[in-house]
């Protein structure tokens, strides 16, 4: 579960309380440096308030904030790039000017400011809209623009909350572009918080599921999966299912059988997780006629919703 | 420091370069004296020509002239012809409703001997005389009367009367400082609260108004991670006090252009020396200064001392504006819409609507304990000094005063951000004024 890589951000026992209601009980998160991290949970979990923290928005009532290995402080906010998930503009601007009046607040100076906003209002295709008035703007075009505005100061540390809601297919994966580009070429590390697990399964490889503000589960995308998937394989034969079923005997676990007819069927198997999927392919094809054999896939989803459950008992 | 001007300058910017603002700003000055010269040529141009019948039958005040064949007034002098007003004397009192309303004649009024007893006439007419007509013929009459009963009771000449009648002006001078008319001038003192009034009460709306639409557009969001909520709220108030500061100054340099303007214009068109000879006044003036030096009440905008009262209007303005910018900026992060925010406005309102009515009662009577208390009194203080500096204050006072406002300004700043601070980020639900002091004890972020 643990990573090798330094970490951008260690939240340690994080608690946090607005009048009676616990937003955050004791939550710790290790966000790796160079990490896309998706910061998972259903609405009211507590993802908000942790992202504001971070923001530098409120404060924990206890627990510490490291930002690269040292306490969380003002000055880290200019290296922080922040997109909400309630976002907004200013109505009584216009486009361009509004881009270059939250570069200037990021402290950038104008002429800096002014080139990079071309570059990017270019490479997003909101080139044209820079004197137009905000009003003007379709949602999809005033996310881009913030979405521009969050990352245009080049931040170490970019903060997205649900930056997909909102746009069409074609945007939405033009942004995942964007994202990875960010981490690929920038090296900057990415909190991600979303309820799109296609994205998770897309963009995240470390990811971490927070529910009734508790971490209830943080690690690698790639092992969380192989963990939930914890020997399924999906096997598809031609035979007689009754005399394969006997077959089967103890060497693995029978969860679920689909049958086509013609002898054909489909069947979920829990193999132990010491039996290499050829050790086991091997002996199936002795018995009956394999026509597909597989690691079962498991979506995001499914890990998620099996966690939270598990949770919940 | 550069953050907070990237936000002073955005508020003020997107505010100035708005066409309300130009227009208000240019239109302001001139409007008003616009619609003051209105007003006049507007009633002048109302004024109808009064021809008045005196129905005089035991000729008290007019004979039959042998020559013209016509009753003429014993005193001439007494009816003098007017533009608007003129009378004719009859010793009929044989004139009907019917003949009255089908005469030329816009009033009627009857005249016997009673009058000499009870002081009392009665003017009929069809449709009713303008105030200044109605005055003339009051004035008129009374000069009439009075010559008439000077002569029959006194036997007295009327010149001499005249010279025997005084009327005593009074000129006040304050004892110490040997300040005259000092109440004359609290009258552009009190011009200078009402735009102070004015200047505070809708910059302070729109710091509220700015306030909502950064709250309810969510972009309080991103600006509050990137700069903290009570530079932001500072910014803020600076930004928009400033644009009020610019309307102000404009206002101030038009005005003073317009009155420039006005001033040459009277001075070339020989207005001046008209009024002067139509009042009978001896002094002949020929420039606008002699011209408002000879007149108490103008003389009044010669005694004021402008600089003073600019300087230190400009500071309470600064001061009252920090000071109730700041709490309108705690309103509007408590509301999410404008409507909701009635009952809170009521608190922030209340002081400076007090000290706005206080003000007619220190017109009239200037140095009562409760005009000294709410010069310090930091809430009232900008609006009531104002009033009370164009009469001459100790400079004790003022420093007082400024001094306790610089204080509550810094104290109310760090008030207000607290409530903001944490009203900025509630949402659903609209706060009472009991929990919006409970947020003033909570915690740092």
Redesign the interface.
Known sequence: MTSTKPLALCLTDVFKQYGDHVALDGVSLNVPEGSIFGLLGPNGAGKTTLIRMVAGITAPDSGRVEFYGSNLIDEDLNNIGYLPEERGLYKNMRVGEQALYFAQLRGMDYHEAKSELTTWFERLEVDGWWDREVSDLSKGMAQKVQFIVSILHKPKFLILDEPLSGFDPINAARIKTEIKRLRDENGTTVLLSTHDMSSVDELCDHVALVNQGKKILEGEVSTLRENARAGRIDFKFRGNLIAFTAALGASAILHSVHSYGDNVNEMVLGIPTNTPIEKFLKWATSEVDVLSCSPRKISMDEVFLRAVNKAKR | M??WF??VG?EYI?RVR?RAFILSTLLGPVLMVGFIALMVVFTQSQERNEKILIIDTVELLSYTHEVKGEQVPYCPDCFPLRDFLEYRFTKEDTITKEGFLASEYTGMIEFDESILQNAKAHLYYETAQSVNARSAIKRDLSNAVEKLRVKQELNLEYETYKKLKVDIGLKTINIETQDKNAENRSLVGWVFSMFMFMFIMIYGMHVMRGVI??K????V????????PETLMGAKVAGIGLVGLTQIIAWAILSWILFLLFGAYAESSGMLTEIMAENGELVAATNLNTFMRAHEDLDVLLQIHWLQMIGWGLFFYLGGFALYGSMFAAVGASVEQESDAQYLLLPVMLPLMFSYILNIQILSSPETTLAEVCSYVPFTAPITMMVRLSMGVQWWELAISALILIVTVFLMIKLAARIYRTGI?MYGKKPTLKEMFKWLTY???
């Open positions: 550069r953050k990237a936000i955005r997107t708005r639409e950064e309810s557009n969510r972009i969001e991103v600006v509050v991670s990137i700069v903290k980020f915690k740092n972020k």
